[in-house]
Antibody
């Protein structure tokens, strides 16, 4: 059974940093692209970032480019999102998701339950 | 960026009746080299993550009831629920994965009439 489990969320002050982690199981991790999607309270999902199976290709939403960094450790079946210079508008539930394909250009077939990030003073 | 616009924003349908949700992209999401539409549909129930229902505009995911179907090509797409069941109450989103950023529609809230 495919499982992805996020962790690392919490309360952080504006300008602060957080590192989200996502541990995956039930599939060959390196064979699939992985992504982060966030959802602010009462809003729809917002695509944040995606990384190829090898980790060589990464893509970001304009709203996080230059502040967030996606990475993966295929030896640990773990996906990361380093978030710096956090803003109030980054407050959301952050989902880790497995793409249905090795390509970054594919839908998200399996999602975690999310980890909540709150940016507030 | 490709803008995804869904209609209607909300929809109330009687049990057993057909529900139709539309999604329009601001530019084509059809990749000509493989003739695939890079369009997905998700269902989200309260307190749960989105669940992938349909990939490539019309390919139903494993385990998704066959009352759910997707159609369309290029810029205009439709999700149809042929006979609404109580468990189908949810918000439905379309998403394009043709180009980054891979944008979602604003969502359509489906309720029972």
């Amino acid at each position: 059974e495919v499982q992805v489990l996020e962790s690392g969320g919490g309360l952080v002050q504006p300008g602060g940093s957080l590192r989200l982690s996502c541990v995956a199981s039930g599939f060959t991790f390196s064979s699939y692209a992985m992504g982060w999607i966030r959802q602010a309270p009462g809003r729809g999902p917002e695509w944040v970032s995606v990384i190829s199976g090898s980790g060589e290709s990464t893509y970001y939403a304009d709203s996080v480019k230059g502040r967030f960094t996606i990475s993966r450790d295929n030896s640990k079946n773990t996906l990361y999102l380093q978030m710096n210079s956090l803003r109030a508008e980054d407050t959301a539930l952050y989902f880790c998701a497995k793409n249905v394909h090795i390509s970054c250009y594919s839908p998200f077939g399996s999602w975690g339950q999310g980890t909540l990030v709150t940016v507030s003073s | 960026d490709i803008v995804m616009t869904q209609s209607p924003d909300s929809l109330a349908v009687s049990l057993g009746e057909r529900a139709t949700i539309n999604c329009k992209s601001s530019q084509s999401v059809l990749y000509s080299s493989n003739n695939k539409n890079y369009l997905a549909w998700y269902q989200q129930k309260p307190g749960q993550p989105p669940k992938l229902l349909i990939s490539w505009a019309s390919t139903r995911e494993s385990g998704v009831p066959d009352r759910f179907s997707g159609s369309g090509s290029g810029t205009d797409f439709t999700l149809t629920i042929s006979s609404l069941q109580a468990e189908d109450v949810a918000v439905y989103y379309c998403q394009q994965c043709y180009s980054t950023p891979q944008t979602f529609g604003q969502g359509t809230k489906l309720e029972i009439k």
